[in-house]
C-alpha cells in the first residue's frame, strides 16, 4: 500500500484551490478519469477521504503542484506583485511617511502633497523609489515564496481532517512563519527609505543614501527597526492572508453561482483583487500603530519606543495617516493578490482561494 502513495498525493494539488466536490468535473467528465490517461488507476487511495473532499484530482497544469518549480513561480509571483506595487505607490508612501513624522508641516494629505509639490517639485514625490522596490521584491519573494511552502507543510502536519477543520490557523501560522524571514530581506532597505523620504537634503536615493547611513548609523543601524517591523508587518500578513482566503472562498461559496473551476480566468482575478482589497483595510488598522513606529524610529537616530509613545501619544499612534493608509493599503493588496495570481495563471497554476490548505494524504 505504501508504494501506491505518489498515485494519491497526484491528486492533491486540486484540492488547494477548490471548495466543492464539484470542482473536480469538467462537462459531466471527472477530470479523474482524464488523470488516468496518463497515470494507471490505483486502489491505495483512502475513498473515505474523497468523499470528505480533502482530495480533488488537480487541473492541467504546465508546473507541477508543491514542486520546486510552483514554488519558485510562486516566489517570482510574489516579486512582481509587492515590488511593482510598492514602488507605484511611493507617492503616497512618502506622504504618509511625512505626515507621521511632522504632522504640523504635514496636516492632510492634500496639503502634504502641496508641501512636496511646492519645496521638491514633482520629481519629489518618487524619492526613495529604488530602495521600495528591491527592498519590497525581496520582501515579496520571501513573503508569497515561505507562504505557499508553510501553508503546505503545516497541513501536512496536521493531516487531512486537522487541515480542513483549522485551516484559519494554518494560514495564520503559515503567514507569519514567511513574514519572519521576509522582513529580515526588507530591513535594510526600509531603514533607507524612510530616511531618505523623510529627512530633506539627507540623500537623493539608495545610491547615495546607503553609504550615508552607513557612516551615521553602521550596520547595525539597518536592522534598528526590524522588531517593530516585525510588530506591523507580521500582524499585516497574518490579517492579509488569512481574510483573503477566507474572503475569497465564501464570494464563491455565496456569491458567485458558479463553481470555481468553472469560473472564467477573468473573474477569478477579479475576484482576487476584490478580496485582496478587502483584505488591505482590514490590514491597515490592525497594523497601522506599528507603522507609526517604524516610521518614527528610522527617522530620528537613537530614537526608542517610548519616546515614539510619548510624543506620538496613544491616540496619535493609533491613528494618525490611518485614512491614508486605509486607502493606499486597501489599493495595494488588492493589486498585489491580482498581479500575484495573475501571474501564477500565465505560468499555468490556479489562482490563490477558494478552499482549504492541502494536506498530504495520511498514511496508512
Known amino acids: 500500500m505504501a508504494q501506491n502513495n505518489h498515485s494519491c498525493q497526484s491528486l492533491i494539488p486540486g484540492f488547494l484551490y477548490s471548495s466543492s466536490v464539484s470542482s473536480s468535473y469538467n462537462g459531466g467528465v471527472p477530470q479523474l478519469l482524464q488523470q488516468s490517461k496518463l497515470s494507471p488507476p490505483s486502489n491505495s487511495c483512502d475513498h473515505g477521504v ?16 508543491f514542486s520546486p518549480a510552483y514554488y519558485l513561480a510562486c516566489t517570482a509571483g510574489g516579486v512582481f506583485s509587492c515590488g511593482l506595487t510598492h514602488m507605484t505607490v511611493t507617492p503616497l508612501d512618502l506622504v504618509k511617511c511625512n ?12 496639503s502634504g502633497f502641496g508641501v512636496l509639490l511646492k519645496e521638491q517639485g514633482a520629481r519629489g514625490f518618487f524619492r526613495g523609489w529604488v530602495p521600495t522596490l528591491l527592498g519590497y521584491s525581496a520582501q515579496g519573494a520571501c513573503k508569497f515564496g515561505f507562504y505557499e511552502f508553510f501553508k503546505k507543510y503545516y497541513s501536512d502536519m496536521a493531516g487531512p481532517e486537522n487541515a480542513a477543520k483549522y485551516k484559519t490557523l494554518i494560514y495564520l501560522a503559515g503567514s507569519a512563519s514567511a ?18 523620504q523623510t529627512q530633506p537634503g539627507f540623500a537623493r536615493g539608495l545610491s547615495d543614501g546607503m553609504p550615508k547611513f552607513l557612516r551615521s548609523e553602521g550596520y ?10 516585525w510588530g506591523r508587518q507580521i500582524p499585516y500578513t497574518m490579517m492579509k492572508f488569512a481574510s483573503f482566503e477566507t474572503i475569497v472562498e465564501q464570494l464563491y461559496k455565496n456569491v458567485i453561482p ?32 506599528a507603522d507609526n513606529l517604524v516610521s518614527f524610529l528610522n527617522n530620528a537616530r537613537g530614537a526608542t519606543a517610548g519616546d515614539a509613545v510619548r510624543q506620538l501619544g496613544l491616540w496619535g499612534l493609533f491613528t494618525r495617516g490611518l485614512p491614508l493608509r486605509i486607502v493606499m493599503i486597501g489599493t495595494l493588496t488588492g493589486a498585489q493578490w491580482g498581479i500575484y495570481d495573475a501571474f501564477k495563471v500565465f505560468v499555468g497554476l490556479p489562482t490563490t482561494g ?6 498530504a494524504v495520511a498514511k496508512p
Do not use: W
Open 179 to 196: 513574514e519572519l524571514i521576509a522582513d529580515v530581506a526588507l530591513c535594510p532597505m526600509e531603514a533607507v527609505k524612510v530616511r531618505v
Open 50 to 65: 474523497l468523499s470528505k473532499n480533502f482530495v480533488i484530482p488537480a487541473p492541467s497544469e504546465k508546473i507541477e503542484m
Open 258 to 289: 458558479t463553481p470555481k473551476d468553472q469560473c472564467s480566468k477573468n473573474l477569478q482575478l477579479g475576484i482576487s483583487f476584490a478580496g485582496g482589497y478587502l483584505a488591505g483595510i482590514l490590514c491597515a488598522i490592525v497594523s497601522h500603530p
Open 99 to 110: 505626515m507621521q513624522i511632522d504632522p504640523s508641516k504635514y496636516k492632510s494629505i492634500t
Open 220 to 229: 547595525s543601524g539597518l536592522y534598528k527597526g526590524l522588531v517593530p517591523l
Open 354 to 359: 477558494g478552499g482549504a490548505p492541502a494536506p
